[in-house]
Nanobody, 120 residues
Framework: QVQLVESGGGLVQPGGSLRLSCAAS????????MSWYRQTPGKQRALVAG????????YADSVRGRFTISRDNAKKNTVYLQMNTLKPEGTAVYYC?????????????WGQGTQVTVSA
């Protein structure tokens, strides 16, 4: 199992920046593809960005060029989401996800979520 703890959310003005962190523990971090999702009331959780253990990244079209996902495999077992030029539609609860494909099946673990509010 993997335990995920997010931090870094808060209130920011449009055009501002925030960096989210997600610290992982409990299993070998390198086994997992790490992602950030976000969710607003009444909507499904949606992928924001993902990064493989090898460093390959992917982004939702709405954040590409403004958000950057990265991971520290060596020391901190942490994945980050640097969010720049934030827009009001970026207001959501952001969740960290760890995903692993194993011979016994696929496994997903989630953090508790961190609120990001983009407002003047």
């Amino acid at each position: 199992q993997v335990q995920l703890v997010e931090s870094g959310g808060g209130l920011v003005q449009p055009g501002g920046s925030l960096r989210l962190s997600c610290a992982a523990s409990g299993d070998i971090f390198n086994f997992y593809r790490m992602s950030w999702y976000r969710q607003t009331p009444g909507k499904q959780r949606a992928l924001v960005a993902g990064v493989t253990s090898g460093g390959t990244t992917n982004y939702a079209d709405s954040v590409r060029g403004r958000f950057t996902i990265s991971r520290d495999n060596a020391k901190k077992n942490t994945v980050y989401l640097q969010m720049n030029t934030l827009k009001p539609e970026g207001t959501a609860v952001y969740y960290c996800n760890a995903h692993r494909v194993h011979l016994t099946g696929e496994y997903d673990y989630w953090g508790q979520g961190t609120q990001v509010t983009v407002s003047a």
